[in-house]
């Protein structure tokens, strides 16, 4: 299981090496509302650079939302990967390791930055693999596949370029939902931190 994550997240880095964009761990909050219910969410994002002008976006969203109820975003690769291998994963298990954390690799979407080389850099991102949570006691349970469109926009702070104020929104969608209205508004602010 070791040597399969070593593998994972040396590839991974390679990319984050590869080219003059950074590899970027960023600390936020988001809001969004469908204008019947409202979610807050501190953020994790991971943005791992393919090249100049493009990355590969995972987000972790976890907070509550309107009546006290627990939500939680999440790229669906993610997701899979962690179940997988909490049921089926072990020592004895590498098949199963083996494709819960390539699960776990795939990416919840990508962002294109037209001008990469710009002191304040502005991105267009398309993440449809994403998937949304909500639980309340025992009064409901919603697990939904969602997609996203959006910008965001980083400016530096410092002249070193560690670390960036990260502004973010856009418009989330409920693929094959009939029980809460699909599309969401959101938006988000947090501090990226480039490596």
Same mark, same amino acid.
């Given at each position: 299981m070791?040597?399969?994550?070593?593998f994972v997240y040396?590839?991974?880095?390679?990319?984050?090496?590869?080219? $003059?964009? $950074?590899?970027?761990i960023g600390l936020g909050a988001e809001?969004?509302?469908?204008?019947?219910?409202?979610?807050?969410?501190? #953020?994790? $994002?991971?943005?791992?650079?393919?090249? *100049?002008?493009?990355g590969m976006n995972y987000k972790l969203g976890i907070g509550g939302s309107t009546d006290r109820v627990f939500y939680l975003h999440s790229p669906v690769g993610a997701a899979f990967g962690t179940i997988l291998l909490k049921s089926l994963g072990g020592n004895?298990?590498?098949?199963?390791? #083996? +494709?819960?954390?390539?699960? +776990?690799? +795939? /990416?919840?979407?990508?962002?294109?930055? /037209?001008?990469?080389?710009? *002191?304040?850099?502005?991105?267009?991102?398309?993440? /449809?693999?994403?998937?949304?949570?909500?639980?309340?006691?025992?009064?409901?349970?919603?697990?939904?596949?969602?997609?996203?469109?959006?910008?965001k926009v980083k400016f530096p702070l410092g002249k070193d370029d560690r670390i960036d104020l990260q502004l973010q929104g856009g418009l989330r969608y409920l693929y094959r939902n009939k029980v809460i209205e699909p599309f969401f508004i959101h938006a988000g602010a947090g501090l990226s931190?480039?490596?």
């Open positions: 070791s040597r399969i994550l070593f040396t590839f991974l880095f390679s990319f984050a090496l590869s080219g $003059q964009e $950074q590899f970027s809001y969004s509302e469908n204008f019947s219910i409202r979610n807050y969410s501190g #953020t994790i $994002q991971v943005e791992v650079p393919l090249g *100049d002008r493009f004895n298990s590498s098949a199963v390791n #083996t +494709i819960g954390v390539l699960l +776990i690799a +795939i /990416p919840e979407g990508i962002t294109f930055y /037209p001008n990469p080389d710009a *002191d304040i850099r502005v991105g267009i991102y398309v993440a /449809p693999l994403g998937c949304d949570y909500w639980y309340k006691n025992s009064n409901y349970e919603y697990f939904r596949f969602s997609g996203e469109v959006g910008g931190f480039n490596f």
